[in-house]
């Protein structure tokens, strides 16, 4: 997939895209050099997600962002698969338990959340 990316890019004339291979555990992401981190429909599918949320507040720079966006669990009428679903309230549970805090949402996507956090400065 990343070769792909090099070659659409390429084709395009784009010159300000740099793939990065990540890990379950890492996304290798420059530390203290990224303002967004963009999780479309994927925070649900990591197998490490305290040691990615670690790794992704290390790489924002400040007031760096994550925005996440998931499918609304809280919807029956959303037609994904619960396994596939998160709860504002487990989003809730999780982000700030892992040094970030809600600083923005937006809720009028059909299907899913759009969260936006920010690591939280009182912590470490």
């Known amino acids: 997939m990343l070769e792909l990316l090099k070659d659409r890019a390429k084709h395009a004339g784009m010159k300000n895209i740099q793939p990065i291979l990540g890990s ?6 420059p530390v203290g050099g990224v303002d967004l981190i963009l999780c479309v429909d994927v925070y649900h599918e990591f197998s490490n997600p305290e040691e990615m949320l670690a790794a992704m507040r290390k790489s924002l720079k400040p007031g760096g962002r994550i925005a996440l966006v998931e499918f609304r669990a809280e919807d029956p009428n959303v037609p994904i698969l619960p396994l596939h679903k998160m709860t504002k309230a487990q989003i809730l549970k999780e982000y700030p338990a892992n040094g970030f805090k809600l600083v923005e949402q937006y809720d009028k996507l059909p299907w899913q959340h ?9 912590l470490p």
Do not use: C, G, Q, S
């Not at 379950?24 to 992401?29: F, K, M």
């Not at 759009?114 to 009182?122: G, I, K, N, V």
């Open 24 to 29: 379950t555990v890492d996304p290798n992401l």
């Open 114 to 122: 759009l969260m936006f956090f920010e690591a939280d400065a009182r």
